[in-house]
């Protein structure tokens, strides 16, 4: 059974940076992308990035330039560098898995298993 255990979610000011973690466990198949979205109160759930097993990523435009997805296959762990925070990044922040997610430009129709999301709040 696949497990997603995100971390380090909060409160950060804008322009300000946090780091999220994911960690996973259980696939049955290295074939398996990890990806971050995100969901904003009154709003539908958005993609913010994925990443393969190769380093390959995908980006969604929001975050471009400002968040970094990385992993670490030998932990099962994936990271999420938030920079510049803006206001309009305060979402709940939901770690996902999925075969080809990258390939699939990240979409969250292509999730097969869900982390319980983590809160990021900007605010000064």
């Known amino acids: 059974q696949v497990q997603l255990v995100e971390s380090g979610g909060g409160v950060v000011q804008p322009g300000g940076s946090l780091r999220l973690s994911c960690e996973a466990s259980g696939f049955a198949s290295d074939h398996v992308d990890i990806g971050w979205f995100r969901q904003a109160p009154g709003k539908e759930r958005e993609t913010v990035a994925c990443?393969?097993?190769?380093?390959?990523?995908f980006y969604g435009e929001a975050v471009k330039g400002r968040f970094t997805i990385s992993g670490d296959n030998a932990k099962d762990t994936v990271h999420l560098e938030m920079k510049s925070v803006k206001p309009e990044d305060t979402a709940v922040y939901y770690c996902?898995?999925?075969?080809?997610?990258?390939?699939?430009?990240?979409?969250?129709?292509?999730?097969?298993?869900w982390g319980q999301g983590t809160q990021v709040a900007v605010s000064s």
């Open positions: 996902a898995a999925g075969r080809k997610l990258v390939f699939w430009k990240c979409t969250a129709r292509a999730v097969a298993s």
């Open positions: 990443i393969d097993r190769d380093g390959r990523t």
